[in-house]
């Protein structure tokens, strides 16, 4: 969570950071791929969050990204 131009500020502004990492496309065989992992990088407050990763897949369908139950893990 922090500026390209390298201001640490930068990272002080937001109560709640969030990144969505998406580790491959595709497959060598040229499959698309469709898991994501959502990450909480910040959460100032408690009660707003806590810093922690959860598994999460994209529905082509909807083009909306869907938890996978029972798989948050918290870092």
Known sequence: MEDISGSKHWDNVPD??????R???HTPEGKRLYDV????????????????RIPMR?????QRFECIPNQAQQI
């Open 23 to 25: 580790k491959e496309f």
């Open 16 to 21: 709640q950071g969030f990144v969505v990492h």
């Open 58 to 62: 994209l529905n082509p369908k909807t």
């Open 37 to 52: 992992s959502l990450m909480q990088a910040k959460a100032r407050e408690e009660e707003l969050g806590y810093v922690c």
